[in-house]
């Protein structure tokens, strides 16, 4: 008895080794890329570190500062100012303006800079309207601010990731207890003292937190500064790999990228770590919105619309404007083919990142032992590492594979198979599964951790082997969970623009690159109908988001 007892033990010890082994694996090849970025500035070909440092790289961390200070700021702001009224009054619109302000989530910010610049250029309908209206004669009759410049790029991405905050900012307000607010009240703390010495130093942690995340965003954005004409290091990388065809400076200014983003990592962390407030073991009543009549809840109103207007209405209004005006271009050439492009390679992401999850956490799950735990968090850099970053660590090292595999059998067969990798979308696939396996990752873990322990280990007891228990109780338990994470990680890969670009083979579009293609060349025409199809998947996201939070509360 004894020796069964042994070699069952010794039986599920090898089969959590196996799951744990497997998820190493997986996060191993995850973290590949950002690694062969690393690998590949240290070992440039022809080191441009010197030219870069005296001529260009200032310009690009310049303006790379100027953009990320802007939109945090603003980000901050105009988040944590919406959530506040939302949070903690009741106005007219209170209701439906609480989730129209995820909105612009839904939309890609390069989509908001197009519906921007045709909106207020010189012959958009504002400046036509008012040149109309008081008889001016060209440009020189008048002044108007410039469209394309740094500060409208800080505007349009602040308007599309201002949600971030938005929602943290709001969540915290909520949790926070009703009871602080009464004493501060019966002290006579008016609204704006209920705000900066009440409601603002609570919710700090979560408002950096959702600023930390758009200012990550800007690091990696292209669509954006790329069209408005402003250099910055993620516009640096197409410039030096594609224009110089250099792919060391390229990887280069990657790693630049990195520590960036990895620093602004590290403040938003430490700022977190440094500032913890605690809730009250008791349960805790939670806080009475305020009812606002007249003109104040008008002006609340107000308010909250300025932010979804600009990132929501606007867009909508200009591209689908677009769209009506040209109906032939719903049958334009290349829009099927780039909405199957899309399809394919954000379905075939966002299946293997949903897998992939679910064996590293439940491997995760099942290992007591320490590199698992530490290697898989580790794979969420993935997702803070921008597009264009992890095309430089793909495509080189996937060409050169690419390369001598074809070299190979070529030597072996005499046929040329081409270029597999490379030469198809298996690149951009890759690159999707890097960076959006994050969301994968916290979608199942989370659904992991909802599951009673007692469940599986009472099939466990039944006999049922490890891979029998995953199929049998976890999976029917998490199938909100994973549709939920299959969903998200779609919609993120059919929105990446940065990635797309460098990595697509000759004539392969996307919805995004179509947009971006179109756009760039004054055409708004064509573009509005991938544009739409962009928007629309987006929006599915956000209803998924919605509900989740809805369910929170």
């Known amino acids: 008895m004894g020796k069964l007892k042994a070699h069952l033990e010794r039986g599920r010890a090898a089969g959590t080794a196996g799951w744990s082994a497997v998820a190493v694996l997986f996060a191993l090849l995850i973290l590949a890329p950002i690694g062969a970025v690393g690998w590949l500035a240290a070992h440039p070909v022809e080191n441009i570190w010197p030219h870069l440092l005296a001529t260009t790289l200032p310009r690009y961390l310049a303006n790379s500062a100027i953009l990320t200070g802007g939109v945090g700021v603003l980000t901050a702001v105009v988040g944590t100012g919406a959530a506040w009224l939302v949070a903690m009054y009741r106005f007219p619109g209170h209701r439906w303006l609480e989730w129209a302000l995820l909105f612009p989530l839904a939309i890609p910010a390069y989509v908001t800079a197009y519906a921007l610049v045709d909106f207020l250029d010189y012959s958009g309908p504002l400046q036509t309207l008012a040149r109309g209206v008081f008889g001016w004669q060209g440009a020189q009759a008048y002044w108007f601010p410039q469209v394309r410049s740094r500060w409208a790029a800080v505007i349009v991405l602040a308007a599309s990731f201002y949600p971030y905050a938005y ?30 010495r009440v409601g603002l130093p609570l919710a700090r942690p979560a408002i950096v937190a959702g600023a930390a995340i758009a200012m990550m965003e800007t690091v990696a954005d292209f669509g954006v500064v790329d069209y408005f004409g402003v250099q910055t290091l993620t516009t640096g990388i197409f410039t030096t790999w594609l224009e110089a065809g250099n792919a060391g400076g390229a990887a280069q200014i990657a790693l630049v990228i990195l520590a960036v983003i990895f620093a602004l990592f590290a403040a ?193 007891s039944l006999g049922r082997s490890l891979g029998q228990v995953l199929c049998t109780v976890y999976l029917p338990l998490m199938r909100g969970s994973v549709g939920s994470a299959l969903l998200l990680v779609f919609v993120e890969c059919v929105k990446e623009l940065p990635a797309t670009l460098l990595l697509r083979p000759f004539n392969y579009e996307t919805l995004a690159t179509r947009v971006h293609e179109k756009a760039s060349l004054e055409n708004l025409g064509d573009a509005a109908p991938p544009a739409l199809l962009v928007m629309a998947v987006g929006l599915l996201a956000v209803v998924v988001l919605a509900k989740a939070n809805l369910s929170r509360r």
């Not at 207890?177 to 019966?186: D, L, N, Q, T």
């Not at 439940?362 to 698992?372: A, N, V």
């Open 268 to 460: 938003e962390t430490l700022g977190r770590r440094r500032s913890r407030y605690y809730q009250s073991a008791r349960q805790s009543r939670p806080v009475t919105p305020v009812t606002l009549h007249g003109a104040a809840g008008w002006l609340a109103f107000g308010l909250c619309c300025i932010p979804f207007a600009a990132g929501f209405v606007l867009p909508v209004l200009v591209i689908g404007g677009h769209a009506l005006a040209n109906p032939e271009a719903w049958a334009g050439s290349g829009l099927l083919l780039a909405v199957w492009h899309s399809l394919l390679t954000g379905g075939l992401a966002s299946v293997i990142c949903v897998l992939a999850a679910l064996v590293m956490v439940y491997g995760m799950r099942l290992s007591g032992q320490g590199l698992p735990r530490l290697v898989i968090p580790l794979t969420a850099l993935g997702y803070a590492a921008p597009g264009a970053v992890l095309a430089v660590g793909i495509l080189i090292p996937l060409a050169a594979l690419d390369n001598w595999q074809a070299d190979t059998i070529w030597a072996l067969t005499g046929h040329d198979p081409g270029l597999i990798l490379t030469g198809t979308g298996m690149a951009i696939i890759l690159a999707y599964v890097v960076r959006f396996f994050a969301i994968a990752q916290a979608s199942t873990d989370a659904a992991f951790g909802r599951v009673a322990p007692s469940l599986p280990m009472a099939a466990r």
């Open 167 to 196: 929602l943290l900012a709001r969540n915290a307000f909520r949790e926070q207890s009703g009871a602080s607010y009464e004493v501060a009240r019966a002290l006579g703390a008016g609204p704006w003292a209920l705000f900066w």
